[in-house]
């Protein structure tokens, strides 16, 4: 598939399931298409941990963050990336709430990590609350 114009590099983000061809994508400067690999069952653990320190602005780097955090795929090490990012953006008073949450939920990361963004100068009440409750279920 010849890539044309950022519609093409997001429909192949969205449908392709070869590794190269997905980390390949990760390298073209549009934010939606590091989404759509983000979602894409597909997308291997490598591609995930590169993609976990790319950045575009407040809003796009958040969603990214969360869907990295939510895909099957994602292993320890690309969740730990996450968690490293999500933390670095709580500390500078962002909030990439969704991302702590499904984070949360993921048992390959050890509960008292993930508590440990709660305490972090981004994070309010509410979402100390939601981190609790969402540790809580894990048991």
Not at 31 to 53: H, K, Y
Request: glycine share 6%.
């Amino acid at each position: 598939m010849s890539m044309h114009t950022p519609a093409d590099y997001l429909e192949l983000a969205r449908a392709e399931n070869e590794s190269a061809v997905l980390h390949r994508l990760a390298r073209c400067p549009y934010p939606f298409v590091w989404q759509a690999l983000a979602a894409n069952p597909s997308t291997a653990p490598d591609t995930l941990l590169e993609l976990s320190t790319a950045q575009d602005s407040v809003w796009n780097d958040n969603r990214l963050l969360y869907l990295l955090a939510e895909h099957p795929g994602a292993d320890h090490t690309v969740l730990r990336a996450v968690c490293d990012a999500v933390a670095a953006k709580l500390t500078a008073g962002e909030r990439p709430y969704a991302a702590v949450l499904a984070l949360a939920g993921r048992t390959e990361l050890a509960a008292e990590g993930v508590r440990q963004l709660g305490t972090l100068r981004g994070a309010s009440a509410r979402l100390r609350s939601q981190l609790d409750q969402r540790l809580g279920l894990r048991t």
